[in-house]
């Protein structure tokens, strides 16, 4: 089998990966202590801009040098659980192109965050993560956490 052969077989392999994560076949992370709840009594996930109001640090993505070389651009989301010290205890990607979920997953596992308090006691919380990994600079409205240049 030829380089490209096995690297486009790879890529399809990856793809395959990414998308069962689509399907569901992905369990969120699991928390040990009290979770951050809704008013349904169950676990409350803040958006990407929620969680970049509550962050105390963040970390952009990096463009990996391939995807560069074969200019590919896209979105990835990733769910986070935050514990109760603010450190991201698990990053689980969700959909995204396989070259660039690794720099993602990576990239919201340096997030910390505020702590957050329900009924007096400090809890984890779920969050989703959108990254962009583009070949332009930050566009207005860009949180320049959130997006990977070439």
């Known amino acids: ?39 349904d009594g169950k676990p409350r996930w803040l958006d990407t801009k929620a969680l970049l109001e509550c962050a105390t ?7 990996p040098a391939m995807a560069r070389q074969v200019r590919i651009k896209g979105q990835v989301l990733v769910d986070i659980l935050v514990d109760t010290k603010g450190k991201v205890a698990c990053a689980k990607v969700i959909i995204g192109h396989p070259m660039l979920i690794g720099p993602a997953v990576e990239a919201a596992k340096d997030w910390t965050f505020r702590p957050k308090k329900q009924n007096g006691k400090v809890v984890s919380f779920y969050g989703h993560l959108q990254f962009f990994f583009s070949t332009g600079g930050t566009g207005k409205g860009e949180n320049p956490c959130t997006v990977a240049h070439w």
């Open 1 to 39: 089998m030829r380089p490209t052969q096995l690297y486009s077989l790879l890529l399809l392999l990856m793809g395959v990966l990414s998308l069962t994560n689509v399907l569901g076949v992905v369990a969120p992370c699991g928390s040990d202590g009290p979770l951050l709840m809704g008013k």
């Open 57 to 63: 640090h963040c970390v952009a993505p990096q463009m």
